[in-house]
Nanobody, 127 residues
Framework: QVQLVESGGGLVQAGGSLRLSCAASGRTFTTYAMGWFRQAPGKEREFVGGMRRSGGSTYYADSVKGRFTISRDNAKSTLYLQMNSLKPEDTAVYYC????????????????????WGQGTQVTVSS
């Protein structure tokens, strides 16, 4: 089992940047494929991006491609989400998630494929 704790959220103006962190503890971090999701009020949780166990491949939602970058430091058991050129529509609670499953294709985008979740961190982008 793994425990996930997100940090780094806050209030930022449109066009600004934030870096979220997701610290993992428990089972070996490299066991898990990792994902970032977000949920805005009144909306379903949506996929932001994901990264394979080794860190070699990343996947992004079209809405954030070119603006957000996922990375992981396996030595520190931490996943990151660098968010640049933020827009008001990026406002949401951001969650990191972990899975032991092998994810292929669109399964990366399915929240039900992830077994473990952090508590979330709020990101608010003002116009």
């Amino acid at each position: 089992q793994v425990q996930l704790v997100e940090s780094g959220g806050g209030l930022v103006q449109a066009g600004g940047s934030l870096r979220l962190s997701c610290a993992a503890s428990g089972r070996t971090f490299t066991t898990y494929a990792m994902g970032w999701f977000r949920q805005a009020p009144g909306k379903e949780r949506e996929f932001v991006g994901g990264m394979r166990r080794s860190g070699g491949s990343t996947y992004y939602a079209d809405s954030v491609k070119g603006r957000f970058t996922i990375s992981r430091d396996n030595a520190k058991s931490t996943l990151y989400l660098q968010m640049n050129s933020l827009k008001p529509e990026d406002t949401a609670v951001y969650y990191c998630a972990a899975t032991l499953k092998v994810l292929l294709g669109s399964s990366w985008m399915d929240p039900s494929r992830y077994e473990y979740w952090g508590q979330g961190t709020q990101v608010t982008v003002s116009s």
